[in-house]
């Protein structure tokens, strides 16, 4: 009979005292959530902030917002390492008590250690550990902006935009010769390249290209049936120049729609001369800067994967039109720009097709007939990822030219009877140099591009590409293979 008496006291004990822990516990949390009401009054960031969350962390361990405040008071005093610490410690009793958590929405609630820890990991510069916060945040809230914001920022610093969006809605690249995509910057995105390219030109010469008649110097000597007129006799059979080009490009986004550009070009020519008259071949050459384009480019639409953009290039007239060389006394007009503003308006778009994207832009130039005709463009790219690493691509490139005007400088031969002395004649009989203009035909030209781009570094692509002719005009100015390098590097 006895010991079951001091079983039934001990019972009875429990009983008691087992509402009175709960009342106990529910005081020091109320105390708590006290204290940390008070620290959040204060939100400075000061010591007293900071002891106010300790305090209510010492009376209720659980109380997870306090953990969080808390870290977030010591990053902005500069403890990071601390401040981490105590995230941790908050996201474990997020994980293993939600019982003390004033506003509703648990998910919420444990999210926020791990977004703080991760921007501290992101100010470090440890990328890595931040993606991994930020991607354990948005397995609890997928609808969270603000972890999806940070983990695509440090995805654009590691150019891994193919990891940030399935792959359906991934980031795309910009093919390489239909340069300008449906595309823009993010606010405060650069974009620095620099192109290197070569290829051959050749262009029959025919006698329209004497447009202007050149007056033969007559001779005081009336018996004599001569012409007033000599058609150029020792002109070259063919035009012939080797081009390299070198573009350096920066581009920046003022705003997530609004792109703006400065291409500044380095031309290096040289034309070959071959005058059948002399057996002679001269390679006259020049060098220096060609003409600046300016570029604002607006994205009239854009979602995801699919952009449309407006554009405008500015040709300004940095190049020396009246550039020349010579080479074995023999002269040559070789234009290293056009000598007048041109415009380009255009459009462009960019369009993803898992796995695929397509590209392309429609564009006119329109210039004063002088040195450079008109000119329509139009482009379309078919950009093929083989891996992460490395993309394959495939153009059409499309280009016609209208009718120019350009200088050109020949060689008459004056002629006269061997019997005529000076002083009927003091211009001597020989050749003489005419500095004339002529027409340049226009055309059309169709190329196939084939190329490729390696990501060799984080926002650090190479680029080659050959550009070839397949359908192109008999006359005028035709372009051989265009073979082109190029390095692009970006910066969000």
């Known amino acids: 009979m006895f010991p079951g008496k001091q079983t039934l006291t001990?019972?009875?004990?429990?009983?008691?005292?087992l509402p009175t822990g709960r009342t106990l516990a529910g005081d020091r949390c109320d105390r708590a959530w006290n204290w940390y009401q008070e620290g959040l009054g204060l939100s400075d960031n000061s010591t007293r902030e900071a002891f106010c969350y300790q305090r209510a962390l010492e009376l209720c361990p659980d109380l997870v917002e306090a953990y969080t405040r808390l870290g977030e008071v010591y990053r902005n005093q500069g403890r990071e390492k601390l401040a981490l610490a105590v995230l941790r410690r908050g996201r474990i009793h997020s994980l293993t008590s939600n019982t003390f958590t004033r506003e509703p929405g648990s998910g919420r609630v444990f999210i926020q250690p791990l977004v703080t820890s991760g921007e501290i990991y992101r100010r470090q510069g440890r990328y890595d550990q931040a993606a991994a916060e930020f991607q354990r945040a948005l397995g609890v809230e997928p609808g969270s902006l603000f972890a999806q914001n940070q983990?695509?920022?440090?995805?654009?610093?590691?150019?891994?935009?193919?990891?940030?969006l399935p792959p359906r809605i991934q980031m795309m690249t910009t093919a390489i010769f239909a340069r300008i995509p449906g595309m823009t910057l993010p606010k405060g995105g650069f974009l620095l390249d620099a192109q290197y390219q070569t290829w051959i030109q050749t262009a029959p010469a025919f006698e329209y290209q004497l447009a202007d008649t050149v007056p033969f110097l007559p001779m005081d000597v009336p018996e004599l049936d001569l012409p007033q007129e000599i058609p150029f006799n020792f002109a070259p059979l063919q035009r012939k120049s080797q081009v390299n080009l070198w573009v350096l490009g920066i581009r920046y986004g003022l705003t997530n729609n609004l792109t703006i550009g400065l291409m500044p070009k380095f031309f290096i020519r040289e034309s070959e001369v071959r005058l059948e008259a002399w057996d002679e071949v001269a390679t006259p050459e020049v060098s220096g800067f060609g003409d600046t384009v300016f570029m604002l480019k607006y994205r009239l639409y854009g979602e995801r994967r699919n952009h449309l953009s407006i554009y405008n290039l500015l040709s300004i007239p940095t190049g020396d039109e009246n550039a020349n060389g010579q080479d074995k006394g023999i002269f040559r007009w070789i234009p290293l720009g056009s000598g007048s503003f041109d415009f380009t308006p255009g459009i462009s778009f960019s369009s993803g097709r898992d796995p695929y994207t397509v590209q392309g832009n429609l564009q006119y130039r329109i210039t004063d007939g002088v040195e450079v005709g008109d000119e329509l463009d139009a482009n379309l790219a078919l950009i093929w990822p083989l891996n992460k690493a490395v993309n394959s691509l495939l153009e059409l490139n499309y280009r016609w030219r209208g009718e120019a005007r350009k200088k050109q400088r020949i060689i008459l031969m004056k002629a006269r009877p061997e019997f005529i002395g000076p002083s009927f004649d003091p211009v001597a009989a020989g050749a003489v140099e005419v500095d004339t203009w002529f027409t340049e035909k226009g055309g059309s030209t169709l190329f196939v591009s084939p190329g490729m781009q390696f990501t060799?570094?984080?926002?650090?692509?190479?680029?080659?590409?050959?550009?070839?002719?397949?359908?192109k005009e008999d006359d005028g100015w035709q372009e051989g293979v265009v073979l082109h390098v190029g390095v692009t590097k970006t910066i969000f």
């Not at 001990?10 to 005292?17: C, D, E, I, P, T």
């Not at 060799?456 to 002719?469: H, Q």
């Open 10 to 17: 001990a019972l009875l004990l429990v009983l008691l005292l």
């Open 151 to 164: 983990l695509q920022y440090i995805y654009k610093r590691q150019d891994r935009y193919a990891s940030i």
């Open 456 to 471: 060799v570094a984080r926002g650090l692509k190479l680029e080659v590409g050959v550009k070839i002719p397949v359908v």
